[in-house]
């Protein structure tokens, strides 16, 4: 059974340095029918100004991955962690015990667009950690390339929680084919271009929620497709 979240319907925060749309209640937004799903707590498609970001703030017992699409992030940690997210980039922060960072566009001029992910932990007060990887393009062209992942298998970033997380792009008129296993519930989240999901039409910001057992075949609709699937345990 597909249930479609459309992405007209998220929640937006407009700062004028932050255009924020919320899949899940989130900050001032809250919706109690969409308080998450799973382990999956919060989908936040954001877009920053030049110059604009996050001033340093606290985390706590949530595993954060930022997946930029346009741009380029800056990110600063109280671990000492100091990097750039670019495109093909997975970044992946556990909060644990508690951990400080800020989060600001690269550029001073260009916006940056990408992703910020909540997944609940496995248990609390784990130690926080930082991880981040490069998937290219032709890696996820045509197939599900696993990005996330509980053991961290096939060059994925470890993910505390039973989830697998897959990006593609399958290519105008290319199809990807997935099947969820008994117990396993999925959500497929577009982040941007179009595709068909088993022949309905999704657009950008779009995100479904996949019971268990769940078969799905995503189609490309336009070349610049590219989509996030969420295999998680229920």
């Known amino acids: 059974m597909l249930n479609l979240r459309k992405a007209e319907d998220r929640g937006r925060v407009d700062l004028g340095w932050l255009d924020s749309h919320h899949t899940f209640s989130f900050g ?18 954001d877009r920053v100004i030049g110059g604009g970001g996050f001033p340093t703030h ?8 930022s997946y930029v699409l346009e741009g380029a992030l800056a990110h600063r940690d109280s671990i000492g962690t100091g990097s750039e997210i670019r495109p093909g980039d997975v970044q992946r922060m556990s909060a644990g015990t508690g951990i ?34 490069s998937f290219d393009a032709p890696s996820k062209r045509g197939q599900l390339r696993l990005v996330g992942s ?3 298998r096939d060059g994925s970033v ?10 593609t ?11 969820l296993g008994a117990g396993r519930i999925g959500w497929v989240q577009v982040a941007q271009g179009s595709v068909t999901l088993n022949g309905e039409q999704l657009r950008p910001g779009d995100g479904v929620a996949l019971d268990a057992g769940a078969k799905i075949a995503l189609t490309g609709t336009s070349d610049d497709a590219e989509v996030l699937v969420f295999d998680m345990a229920a």
């Open 150 to 152: 509980r053991d961290g």
């Open 169 to 179: 792009r399958p290519g105008d008129g290319g199809t990807v084919t997935h099947a």
């Open 58 to 65: 606290p985390h706590q017992n949530m595993e954060i991955i």
């Open 28 to 45: 001032h937004y809250h919706d109690p029918k969409y308080m998450g799903f799973g382990p999956l707590r919060v989908i936040n498609d």
């Open 158 to 167: 470890t993910i505390h929680r039973d989830v697998d997380l897959y990006a």
């Open 100 to 133: 400080r960072h800020s989060e600001f566009n690269a550029s001073q001029t260009e916006p940056v667009h990408f992703l910020q992910i909540w997944i609940v932990p496995e248990k609390n007060g784990l130690a926080p950690g930082y991880e981040q990887k």
